[in-house]
């Protein structure tokens, strides 16, 4: 069983920055798949970025490519969304997944779409305001 508890949340202005962190407990496999997806008001949650923990390979949303930056800390049991730039649309609540997977699917934007990962945690609100 994994559990995950965001943080880093919060309200910023256009073109500020947030950074996201996201601690796992419980057994992790070296090879999962681990990302963030948000959910905006109204809308179904999409996937925003991936990290496949063997490799570290990495899968971005075209909306967030150049201004968010994942990455993982201590044996893979967090993570960061670096969050750059963020517009108005950025907003939603943003939740910790993680699936044990391939680097492959990690990194397809069909697999991530179809938002099949078995671990999410509560999530954590981001409100950008222009």
């Known amino acids: 069983q994994v559990q995950l508890v965001e943080s880093g949340g919060g309200s910023v202005q256009a073109g500020g920055s947030l950074r996201l962190s996201c601690v796992a407990s419980?057994?992790?496999?070296?090879?999962?798949?681990m990302g963030w997806f948000r959910q905006a008001p109204g809308k179904e949650r999409d996937g925003v970025s991936m990290?496949?923990?063997?490799?570290?390979?990495?899968y971005y949303a075209d909306s967030v490519k150049g201004r968010f930056t994942y990455s993982q800390a201590r044996a893979n049991k967090t993570l960061y969304l670096a969050m750059n730039s963020l517009k108005t649309e950025d907003t939603g609540v943003y939740s910790c997944?993680?699936?044990?997977?391939?680097?492959?699917?990690?990194?397809?934007?069909?697999?991530?779409?179809?938002?099949?990962?078995?671990?999410w945690g509560q999530g954590t609100q981001v409100t950008v305001s222009s």
């Open positions: 997944v993680a699936v044990r997977a391939t680097s492959e699917w990690c990194t397809s934007s069909v697999q991530v779409k179809s938002r099949n990962f078995g671990y």
């Open positions: 419980g057994y992790l496999h070296s090879s999962y798949c």
């Open positions: 990290g496949y923990t063997a490799d570290r390979s990495t």
